[in-house]
Nanobody
Framework: QVLLVESGGGLVQAGGSLRISCTASGRTLSRNVMGWFRQSPEKVREFVATISRSGYMTQYAGSVKGRFTISRDNAKNTVYLQMNSLKPEDAAVYYC???????????????????WGQGTQVTVSS
């Protein structure tokens, strides 16, 4: 079992930056492809970014590409999402997720992730 805990959410002005983190306990994350998803009251859950087990490969949703950066530190069992140039439409609860250990493929589908954190709220004021 992998327990994922997100942190770092908060209120930021439009145009500002925020870094959120996801730390795992119970098992190392180094064998898991990781992803970030988000959900706001008006929208269904949507893919944000994913990163390979080594951290060398990443993939982003078109709406965040060039503004957000996903990274990981396997020694710290932590995945990060650096969010720059935030827009009001980025406001959502952000969820960290992990694929089953040993699977190498990146995925934009939430159905491919088996472990989920409880989420961290990001609010962007205009």
């Amino acid at each position: 079992q992998v327990l994922l805990v997100e942190s770092g959410g908060g209120l930021v002005q439009a145009g500002g930056s925020l870094r959120i983190s996801c730390t795992a306990s119970g098992r190392t994350l180094s064998r898991n492809v990781m992803g970030w998803f988000r959900q706001s009251p008006e929208k269904v859950r949507e893919f944000v970014a994913t990163i390979s087990r080594s951290g060398y490969m990443t993939q982003y949703a078109g709406s965040v590409k060039g503004r957000f950066t996903i990274s990981r530190d396997n020694a710290k069992n932590t995945v990060y999402l650096q969010m720059n140039s935030l827009k009001p439409e980025d406001a959502a609860v952000y969820y960290c997720a992990a694929r089953s250990a040993g699977l190498a493929a990146l995925s934009e589908s939430g159905d491919d992730y088996v472990y989920w954190g409880q989420g961290t709220q990001v609010t962007v004021s205009s």
